[in-house]
């Protein structure tokens, strides 16, 4: 009997043990819970982290996150509202905000990704829609360092004037997406363009474009450059002939300088005396030979010309 007793007392003990365990559950900084009862929530959403307690096998416990989290949109292509079809990629943050409402809505956080997937593509396809591709681009009307080459044409209506401004677009599509995932028990608390571009037909053209026009400023700068080295090659042979033509004459004054103190020196000497004039033809002979004879030469002359007189002397010795 008493072992019957143990038995069931044990067991007593045991079960009690394993429907407090099951009944008592944990809530930690960053969650919040829901109790449902058959389903249906019941009592206010438990946000203070400690140790909770619920009915065993009756009442279940729905943990839910505290911290921010992430919505990461899918590219889309949007057509703004001038006409041009870009790729538009969004990313947001949000958090649980009425985690009861939040239950009874989406029920968890695949649901809520759903809904935010409609509700933010929407919105952002609505505030595309309804503006000019440079206020998607553009934040503010800061000015632009950049070449006069590059005001015209798609360059010159970028930088226009812009009114509103892609931080005011994105700040108008959080706040009207805010509207309607309040309903949800979501609350956004940012949204931003990760990245826009134009789809690949467009962008193809734009590249094309792009690429015709800095070939037309390299050719124009080509053009300029050769204009200028022609300029300075011609300013270059203009220059070398008037040193070359002023250090001709310069040569020339020279020469003439040379000869003429040569021939006052030539007049000079022969006007001296005798000996001094005979010593003169002598030198002048001497050299006329040296100049015209070489060890190869052969010359026929005449006996009887005054330019061999000197030869025919030494014959005659």
Known sequence: MKKIKYIVVGGVVFLAFIGIV??????NETHQVIITQFG???????????IHFK?????????FDKRFLEWDGDPNQVPTKDKRFIWVDTYARWRIKDPLLFFQRVRDE??????????????????????VLVELVRTTNREYLTSEDLLAGEVAKSLDKIRYGRETITRSILEA???????????????????????????????????????????????????EAS???????????KI???????????????????????????NQSLESRKFYTFLKTMETYRTTFSEKDWLILSTKGDFFIYLKKQAGR
């Open 22 to 27: 099951s009944s008592a559950f944990i809530v």
């Open 40 to 50: 249906k929530p019941v009592g206010k959403p438990i946000t203070k982290p400690g």
């Open 55 to 63: 009915i065993p096998i009756i009442q279940k416990a729905h943990f």
């Open 110 to 131: 695949r649901g809520a990704q759903s809904r935010l997937d409609d509700i933010l593509d929407g919105e952002t396809r609505n505030a595309i829609a309804k503006h």
């Open 177 to 227: 997406a805010s509207k309607r995932t309040l309903e949800l028990g979501i609350e956004l608390l940012d949204l931003r363009f990760k990245r826009i571009n134009y789809v690949e037909e467009v962008q193809k053209k734009i590249f094309e474009r792009m690429i015709s026009e800095r070939k037309r400023i390299a050719d124009k700068f080509r053009s300029e450059g050769q204009g």
């Open 231 to 241: 300029k300075i090659l011609g300013n270059k042979e203009r220059e070398l002939k």
């Open 244 to 270: 070359q033509s002023r250090a001709y004459r310069t040569a020339q004054e020279i020469m003439g300088k040379a000869d003429a103190e040569a021939t006052a020196i030539y007049a000079q000497a022969y």
